[in-house]
């Protein structure tokens, strides 16, 4: 069964470092998204990105977020200069285009040190 | 941004008897429902879904109920496995946008054997 991948599976970081975190959209999906989830909060949406354009992002982010799909078959989340408070559960997502629900990948826990 | 809620964080329930996860919105213009199901260290996995147009939907030993009115939807899974044990999130989208899904809180589910 298809399925949505992300690399690293952890990433350590030091405060004001850049991280790119990889996905792996599921392969005819066009419809991608980043959400994160804090220790212990609840899941919250980032960015909805289609036709190589942001559909919809959330005031979570910022102008230290940027997304990009650099190829047919990668999604990237960037962080320029990360945070204390970007240390969190980050999930990629996936939508085939006439489906409602959104499919999710493993996930990258990212520490901010 | 409470629009979806979780009130009870967890659950703790016997093998074989039902469980019952409650969810209830604020947003009347949420109009598609989901669950998933978080095990530990893994991303959300899509359980079961239903659209305002209904008010249940089945799946096997899952099936949610939707209450437009009181703006509250549940998920029933009967009987109970101890597989079942897991944090379940309830998700819900606006009229026509599947690109921006809001997560409860979650509830963690525990079936004793």
């Known amino acids: 069964e298809p399925e949505v991948t992300q690399t690293p599976s952890h990433q350590v970081t030091q405060m004001g470092q850049e991280v790119i975190l990889r996905c792996v959209p599921i392969?005819?999906?066009?419809?991608f998204y980043w959400y994160r989830q804090i220790l212990g909060q609840k899941v919250e949406f980032l960015v909805s990105f289609y036709n190589n354009e942001i559909s919809e992002k959330s005031e979570i982010f910022d102008d230290q977020f940027s997304v990009e799909r650099p190829d047919g078959s990668n999604f990237t989340l960037k962080i320029r200069s990360t945070k204390l408070e970007d240390s969190a559960m980050y999930f990629c997502?996936?939508?085939?285009?006439?489906?409602?629900?959104?499919?999710f990948g493993p996930g990258t826990r990212l520490l901010v040190l | 941004d409470q629009q979806v809620k979780q009130n009870s964080p967890s659950l703790s329930v016997q093998e074989g008897r039902i469980s019952i996860l409650n969810c209830d919105y604020t947003?009347?213009?949420?109009?598609?429902f989901l669950w998933y199901k978080k095990y530990p260290a893994e991303g959300p996995t899509f359980l079961i879904s239903i659209s305002s147009i209904k008010d249940k939907n089945e799946d096997g030993r899952f099936t949610v109920f939707l209450n437009k009115s009181a703006k509250h939807l549940s998920l029933h899974i009967v009987p109970s496995q101890p597989g079942d044990s897991a944090v379940y999130f309830c998700a819900a989208s606006p009229i026509g946008n599947f690109n921006k899904f809001y997560f409860g809180s979650g509830t963690k589910l525990n079936v004793k054997p």
């Open positions: 392969s005819n999906h066009l419809y």
């Open positions: 997502a996936s939508r085939g285009t006439g489906q409602e629900t959104q499919y």
């Open positions: 947003n009347s213009m949420f109009d598609y």
